[in-house]
């Protein structure tokens, strides 16, 4: 990493495997390019980078994220999204996730989270060319609750014994937009939406990293169908194995979030868990949050292969 005295900025670990606090930067000002790559570095090698006590705008957000490469454009967003910055996506999980599709947050979260790993999911995966990186900033949280969680996908795949690697080099999986959505009886209004808006590509289940060459466990537990090549009860056995390898507690990290906290992640390392705790939050405090995701590329596996999309745009208009 880049000589963090000269730079001014301190790097703190937060854990043997993932997980880095970052202070003295503030993100509201122009950075040195010295602190950029400091940044950069940190979060290469920590996979996700915390700052605490940021007071930016939607402005300064969107000048750091340019900064680590083009910001995506969603094509669709909330209404809550801010419409003067179309790189910003708003999340804010009470206000309209479930009522767009004429349901309440309980039964939202409920049937979108129905698995045992419920919640946890690399940003955008059925795309051809997931993200690279995210930047999510809170704007309000409540006092209590709603925290995020990220495991190390590069450290799990080191911690596997010789003989699993292999077996996982060779293999692909489908990633696919709303599998574990459980539908309501009859006319289901989310259905619908997926079914106008479907996304999926068959990605490497050992993906190699563009920048550092490590070999991550590219696995979704929110939009994986199956691994290719084997039987469906095969599929699951094998996903339940490599899920319980990553989320092993030595190879996660966990932030408390506070108003002007910023989270910054490479979601080509690692796997996050939003909060599966809102329903329990306190009532009518809103989880309010932006993020701003950066241009991805397509993952290439062990054997040099890329991705192979089966249905929806790519992220990137360039690729189309």
Same mark, same amino acid.
């Not at 609750?145 to 077996?167: I, P």
């Not at 068959?202 to 490590?214: A, K």
């Given at each position: 990493?880049?000589?963090? $005295?000269?730079?001014?900025?301190?790097?703190?670990?937060?854990?043997?495997?993932?997980? $880095?606090?970052?202070?003295?930067?503030?993100?509201?000002?122009?950075?040195?390019?010295?602190?950029?790559?400091?940044?950069?570095?940190?979060?290469?090698?920590?996979?996700?980078?915390?700052?605490?006590?940021?007071?930016?705008?939607?402005?300064?957000?969107?000048?750091?994220?340019?900064?680590?490469g083009e910001l995506i454009r969603m094509p669709a967003r909330g209404s809550v999204s801010?419409?003067?910055?179309?790189?910003?996506?708003?999340?804010?999980?009470?206000?309209?996730?479930?009522?767009?599709?004429?349901?309440?947050?309980?039964?939202?979260?409920?049937?979108?989270?129905?698995?045992?790993?419920?919640?946890?999911?690399?940003?955008?995966?059925?795309?051809?060319?997931?993200?690279t990186a995210t930047i999510l900033r809170a704007e309000q949280v409540p006092s209590y609750?709603?925290?995020?969680?990220?495991?190390?996908?590069?450290?799990?795949? %080191?911690?596997?014994?010789?003989?699993?690697?292999?077996?996982?080099?060779?293999?692909?999986?489908?990633?696919?937009?709303?599998?574990?959505?459980?539908?309501?009886?009859?006319?289901? $209004?989310?259905?619908?939406?997926?079914?106008?808006?479907?996304?999926?590509?068959?990605?490497?289940?050992?993906?190699?990293?563009?920048?550092?060459?490590?070999?991550?466990?590219?696995?979704?537990?929110?939009?994986?169908?199956?691994?290719?090549? #084997?039987?469906?009860?095969?599929?699951?056995?094998?996903?339940?194995?490599? %899920?319980?390898?990553?989320? *092993?507690?030595?190879?996660?990290? *966990?932030?408390?979030?506070?108003?002007?906290? #910023?989270?910054?992640?490479?979601?080509?390392?690692?796997?996050?868990?939003?909060?599966?705790?809102?329903?329990?939050?306190?009532?009518?405090?809103?989880?309010?949050?932006?993020?701003?995701?950066? #241009?991805?590329?397509?993952?290439?596996? #062990?054997?040099?292969?890329?991705?192979?999309?089966?249905?929806?745009?790519?992220?990137?208009?360039?690729?189309?």
């Amino acid at each position: 990493m880049p000589d963090t $005295a000269l730079s001014g900025v301190t790097v703190q670990p937060l854990s043997g495997h993932i997980g $880095a606090e970052i202070s003295g930067v503030d993100l509201a000002k122009p950075l040195d390019d010295s602190v950029i790559e400091t940044i950069r570095s940190a979060v290469l090698r920590w996979k996700v980078v915390f700052f605490r006590e940021q007071d930016i705008d939607h402005a300064a957000h969107v000048a750091f994220g340019q900064r680590f490469g083009e910001l995506i454009r969603m094509p669709a967003r909330g209404s809550v999204s801010p419409k003067d910055y179309p790189e910003i996506e708003t999340t804010a999980d009470f206000l309209e996730h479930g009522p767009t599709f004429g349901l309440d947050n309980n039964e939202w979260t409920e049937r979108n989270r129905h698995s045992p790993w419920r919640g946890w999911h690399i940003d955008a995966s059925p795309r051809i060319d997931p993200p690279t990186a995210t930047i999510l900033r809170a704007e309000q949280v409540p006092s209590y609750g709603g925290d995020t969680m990220w495991a190390n996908l590069a450290a799990a795949y %080191t911690g596997l014994s010789e003989a699993v690697q292999r077996l996982a080099d060779g293999l692909r999986v489908e990633h696919r937009l709303g599998v574990t959505y459980r539908s309501r009886p009859g006319r289901d $209004a989310y259905v619908e939406h997926l079914m106008e808006n479907q996304a999926a590509t068959i990605h490497p289940l050992v993906r190699v990293h563009p920048e550092t060459g490590e070999r991550v466990l590219f696995i979704d537990c929110q939009y994986i169908e199956r691994i290719i090549g #084997v039987s469906r009860f095969e599929s699951q056995g094998l996903l339940s194995m490599f %899920t319980e390898q990553i989320l *092993r507690p030595e190879y996660t990290v *966990r932030f408390r979030w506070e108003p002007g906290s #910023v989270a910054f992640w490479d979601n080509r390392s690692t796997m996050h868990l939003g909060p599966v705790d809102t329903a329990h939050l306190e009532s009518g405090i809103p989880r309010i949050m932006h993020r701003v995701m950066v #241009v991805g590329d397509i993952p290439v596996g #062990v054997d040099g292969k890329p991705s192979e999309s089966l249905v929806g745009a790519p992220l990137n208009p360039k690729l189309s």
